[in-house]
């Protein structure tokens, strides 16, 4: 029996995303969603080279609200390429949820910050300016690290694993991350 008889449901994704995962995904994804049948197994397929990881994160706690309010089971199905913001929303589904195509990659890394600060003024508003800096990159890596252990929760990777690897892009084959654990299967 061949992968697609084994796991019918994932031929036939209810939702289609593909794309950067930005404000247009989630509303693509909020319409399929409400579209969606209202009994049985919603699958999601997901093709992304990344984007917003707060998007990501928004897509995967509404994931789990339904899934806790209404006990249907959502599956995740990875096409090609899964990287950094869609490494994230997978984070959100049970190991046993998860499924990659064959070929596909999964890209994690750590999140990016791209910024000049100016300090202009009073010394006390520069200290100031300086400490709500750093405040945002510290809770930005807590947030990330949440990602890191959801995506190792259940799997062969321990959170230590994926974040000594992520620094430097991790791109992990969907043969290896089923070999992990990081996924149920390989369709």
């Known amino acids: 029996m061949s992968k697609t008889q084994q796991y019918p449901l994932l031929a036939n994704p209810n939702l289609r995303l593909h794309g ?22 919603i699958v999601i397929a997901l ?9 990501a994160r928004t897509m995967g706690d509404d994931v789990r609200l339904l899934r806790e309010q209404t006990g249907r089971e959502i599956l995740f199905l990875g096409k090609q390429a899964v990287y950094s913001a869609g490494a994230t929303f997978m984070s ?3 190991r046993e949820h998860r499924f990659l195509t064959q070929g596909t990659r999964l890209m994690i890394h750590e999140r990016q910050m791209s910024q000049t600060i100016n300090l202009n003024g009073p010394l006390r ?45 991790w791109y992990i084959e969907a043969e290896e991350a089923r070999k992990l654990g990081l996924i149920l299967d390989v369709i």
């Open 92 to 94: 959100y589904f049970p």
């Open 125 to 169: 508003s520069c200290v100031a300016t300086l400490k709500a800096k750093l405040h945002e990159i510290e809770h930005s890596i807590l947030i990330e690290e949440e990602g890191f252990r959801g995506i190792a929760e259940q799997s062969d990777v321990d959170f230590e694993t994926i974040r000594e690897k992520a620094p430097e892009n």
């Open 47 to 55: 093709t992304t080279l990344g984007g917003d990881p707060e998007l």
């Open 20 to 41: 950067p995962v930005n404000h247009a995904m989630y509303d693509q994804f909020r319409g399929g969603l409400e579209c969606a049948p209202e009994e049985g197994a």
